[in-house]
C-alpha cells in the first residue's frame, strides 16, 4: 500500500511539472524562468510601465536587462541595468551594467561605471583590473589602422549555441551545439537543463549533420580533437545523475572504417575533477587540456600529457606565463604555438585570445593578445587553423576559425572565421648613440605583488549576506616560506606585500590576522619564461582571510542528503573539503557542526535523522584528518528554524529548503 502511494504521489509531481510547463506563459518572470528570454522582454517591459512600486521595477527593469543579455543584445542590455540600479535594485544592476558596458566596448564609459561600483561596495581594490583592463583596450583601439585579422561570420551559424570549432576529414569542420537537433531532452525544458551535441558541416555546401551516434548521448559532449588522420577522436563528456554532480571527463575512441568505438575515459582522470577542452599534438603524443584542479594555479589551467609507447603519463601543469589565478581554458596546439584563452591575462574584456611559443627548453615564452578583431570586449575562444583553405594572396599567413559572444552574432556563441595577414615591418630601430656607454647587460626580476584580503558582506554582521566584494585587509601577518626559510612580514593599509623572487622555487604564504582564520597561498617560479621586452615581470597573489564570527551560525552551502538518509553525498564532498582545510589550517579552533530539517515530520524522527546526518559530516571530517575531540555534531531536527512560517500552508518550497541545512559555528 505504502509503495501504491508513493508511485501515485510521484505520479502526480510529475504531471505537475509537466503541466506546469506546458501551460501558457502569462507574465516575464514565468517567461524567464524558463528561459524564454525573447518572449520575456516585451511582458517586462510593459509590465515595468504597469509597476506601482520602486522595487518591483528594479526587479522588472534587471530581468530585462538580463534577457537582452542573455539573447546576445548587451547594448540594449545597458539602459535596463542602469535602470534597475536607478531603481534601487543595487548593486549588482550597477555590476551588470559596468560589464555591460565594457562587453560593448564602451570603455571610458565602463571605467567610470567600475569606479563607481568600487564606491559603492566600499572597495576600489575589487574592479582595479577590469579598469586596467579598458584602459589596456582602448590603447590597443587607438595604436593604428593596420589590422592583422580580417573576420567573417559563417552561414552555418544559429540562433542555439554554436561554437568550438575543429578539423575533421574531406572539407568538413566539426563543431558543438545545442541546437534542437540534439540528442536528449529538449534545450528549454522545465529542469532548465540544456544537452550539447557534437555536429559537422560540410563547407562545400552547407549542410549540417549531427556526428556519429556512438559518440553523441543523452549527455552533454563538448569539445573534441582529432589524431591527424582522423582515426582518434578525444572530446569532452560532461555527465552525472540527480544524486551527482555533472564532471566533464575526456574521453576517447577510434574509427575503423565508419565505425566508432565506444567512448572510453582517459586513464589519467580523476574524479570529481572537471577535464575539458582537448587539444592533440601533431604527432598525437602529447595532449593539451583545461582542468579545474585544487592543485592548479587559479580556477581552470591548462596542462599537457604525453602519451609514450601508446600508453598516458601523469598531466603536468604548465608555468606561470600561461597559467593565472583566473581561468585559463580552451588551448589549441598548432606546431609549436599555443592559442588559449583567458579571462585574466591583460585582455579587451571576458576570454580573450592569446598565443604564445615553446622554447626549447620547454618553458614557454611571454604571451601574446591577438588582439581586435579576433577579440573584443565579449568572450572569444576556440581559436583553429584550417591548412586546408586555398591561399591566392602571398600576404596571408593562414586562416581559420574562432568562436565569440560577441553581439552581432546570430545565436548566444557563433563560429568566425578569420585571415590572418603578414603584418607590416616594424619601423626602423632609432640610429644608435655612439657617445654613450654601451649599456649594460638588462637584469630580469620576477616581482611578486600579494594582497591579503577580507570578505565584504551585504551585512557586515551576518556572514550568511550576500559577499558584495573584497577588500584589502590592513596590517594581516604574512609568512613567506621557502625551502626551509621562513620570513614573516606584516602588511599596510592596502594590504599589499611585494618580494623578489628567485627562479625555479616555490612559495608558501600563510596569512594570519587576529579575528580572522589563517589561510594559505602558494606560488612557483617554475617555468616561467623571461620576457625580453620586460625586465621586470609581475605575478600576483591573493589571501582571502573569513572573519570569525563566534557562535554565530554558518549555513555549508550544497550539502544535500537523499530522501531518508544520512550518508555523504559526492556533491556534498568539495564543501566538507573546504571546510577540514580551514580547520586543519587552524588547529585550536573547535565547531559545532549542526543539521537542521524543516517542519515538516514527526519531531522526534526529525530530531534523529538530522542527528545522523550531522555525525555523517563529522566522520567525513575526521577521515580528512581532522582531529574529532575538535567537533560536536548535533542534529536541531525542526527546532531552529531559519524561516518561520506557517508549515500547513504558509512555507513555500524555498522556505523550506532554506531550513533544511547544514551548518557549523566555531565555538572558541
Not at 193 to 220: K, Q
Not at 633 to 646: F, P, V, W
Request: hydrophobic share 30%; with cysteine; aromatic share 12%.
Amino acid at each position: 500500500m505504502k509503495n501504491k502511494l508513493l508511485y501515485i504521489f510521484i505520479l502526480i509531481l510529475s504531471c505537475t511539472a509537466a503541466c506546469t510547463y506546458i501551460q501558457p506563459i502569462k507574465d516575464g518572470l514565468t517567461a524567464f524562468e524558463r528561459k524564454q528570454y525573447i518572449k520575456a522582454i516585451p511582458m517586462l517591459k510593459n509590465e515595468y510601465k504597469k509597476a506601482k512600486t520602486k522595487l518591483d521595477k528594479g526587479q522588472l527593469a534587471f530581468l530585462t536587462g538580463e534577457s537582452y543579455k542573455l539573447t546576445n543584445q548587451s547594448d540594449k542590455s545597458i539602459e535596463w541595468y542602469r535602470t534597475a540600479y536607478d531603481d534601487g535594485y543595487g548593486v549588482d544592476a550597477l555590476e551588470e551594467y559596468a560589464h555591460a558596458l565594457k562587453r560593448t566596448q564602451q570603455y571610458q564609459e565602463a571605467i567610470l561605471a567600475f569606479k563607481e561600483l568600487g564606491l559603492e561596495i566600499g572597495s576600489p581594490y575589487e574592479y582595479r583590473k577590469d579598469i586596467q583592463g579598458c584602459e589596456i583596450a582602448l590603447a590597443w583601439l587607438e595604436e593604428g589602422a593596420y589590422e592583422e585579422y580580417t573576420i567573417e561570420q559563417p552561414k552555418f551559424n544559429s540562433r542555439a549555441l554554436d561554437y568550438s570549432p575543429s578539423i575533421y576529414l574531406g572539407n568538413a569542420l566539426l563543431f558543438v551545439s545545442d541546437r534542437e537537433e540534439s540528442t536528449g531532452e529538449e534545450v528549454y525544458n522545465w529542469t532548465g537543463r540544456d544537452f550539447m551535441d557534437l555536429f559537422l558541416v560540410d563547407l562545400n555546401t552547407g549542410e549540417i549533420s549531427p556526428f556519429d551516434a556512438t559518440i553523441n548521448s543523452p549527455d552533454n559532449e563538448g569539445p573534441a580533437t582529432f589524431s591527424r588522420d582522423f582515426k582518434e577522436i578525444i572530446f569532452t563528456r560532461c555527465f552525472g545523475d540527480e544524486n551527482n554532480a555533472a564532471y566533464c571527463k575526456l574521453m576517447s575512441s577510434t574509427r575503423e572504417g565508419d565505425n566508432w568505438s565506444p567512448p572510453m575515459v582517459l586513464p589519467f582522470t580523476e574524479s570529481e575533477i572537471n577535464y575539458m577542452h582537448p587539444s592533440l599534438s601533431e604527432d598525437g603524443n602529447t595532449l593539451y587540456f583545461a582542468a579545474e584542479h585544487p592543485d592548479g594555479w587559479g580556477k581552470y589551467d591548462i596542462y599537457a600529457v604525453d602519451r609514450i609507447k601508446g600508453e598516458w603519463d601523469e598531466p603536468r601543469l604548465l608555468g606561470r606565463s600561461v597559467n593565472t589565478i583566473g581561468n585559463e581554458r580552451f588551448p589549441y596546439i598548432d606546431k609549436d604555438t599555443l592559442y588559449f584563452s583567458s579571462d585574466f591575462h591583460n585582455g579587451m574584456g571576458g576570454l580573450d585570445v592569446f598565443r604564445t611559443y615553446k622554447y626549447k627548453n620547454d618553458d614557454w615564452a611571454p604571451v601574446f593578445n591577438l588582439k581586435a578583431p579576433i577579440n573584443s570586449g565579449a568572450d572569444d575562444f576556440g581559436y583553429v587553423v584550417d591548412y586546408r583553405a586555398p591561399i591566392v594572396n602571398p600576404k596571408v599567413i593562414h586562416k581559420g576559425y574562432f568562436t565569440s559572444t560577441r553581439d552581432n552574432g546570430k545565436g548566444n556563441d557563433d563560429i568566425y572565421s578569420f585571415t590572418r595577414m603578414v603584418p607590416p615591418p616594424p619601423p626602423p630601430p632609432p640610429p644608435k648613440d655612439t657617445t654613450k656607454k654601451e649599456e649594460e647587460i638588462v637584469e630580469h626580476t620576477l616581482l611578486l605583488k600579494g594582497y591579503v584580503l577580507e570578505k565584504i558582506y551585504q551585512n557586515p554582521d551576518n556572514p550568511n549576506s550576500k559577499v558584495l566584494g573584497r577588500k584589502p585587509l590592513a596590517g594581516a601577518a604574512v609568512k613567506i616560506r621557502l625551502d626551509d626559510v621562513e620570513e614573516d612580514i606584516r602588511v599596510g593599509e592596502d594590504g599589499l606585500f611585494e618580494i623578489i623572487l628567485e627562479e625555479d622555487a616555490v612559495y608558501k604564504f600563510v596569512a594570519s590576522q587576529e579575528g580572522y582564520l589563517n589561510n594559505d597561498a602558494k606560488f612557483s617560479t617554475k617555468n616561467i619564461a623571461k620576457d625580453p621586452k620586460n625586465p621586470t615581470q609581475e605575478f600576483l597573489v591573493e589571501i582571502e582571510l573569513d572573519k570569525i564570527f563566534k557562535n554565530r551560525e554558518i549555513v555549508l552551502n550544497n550539502i544535500y542528503y537523499d530522501y531518508n538518509e544520512s550518508y555523504i553525498r559526492n556533491d556534498a564532498k568539495p564543501t566538507l573539503n573546504e571546510l577540514a582545510d580551514i580547520l586543519l589550517q587552524n588547529p585550536t579552533i573547535k565547531i559545532e557542526l549542526a543539521s537542521h530539517t524543516d517542519c515538516r515530520g514527526k519531531e522526534q524522527y526529525n530530531q534523529e535523522l538530522s542527528q545522523r546526518r550531522a555525525q555523517s559530516a563529522v566522520s567525513y571530517l575526521v577521515s580528512t584528518g581532522v582531529a574529532a575531540e575538535r567537533m560536536t555534531a548535533r542534529g536541531y531536527g525542526k527546532n531552529a528554524l531559519l524561516i518561520e512560517c506557517d508549515c500547513n500552508n504558509g512555507c513555500t518550497e524555498e522556505d523550506h529548503q532554506a531550513n533544511r541545512r547544514t551548518t557549523f559555528k566555531i565555538l572558541e
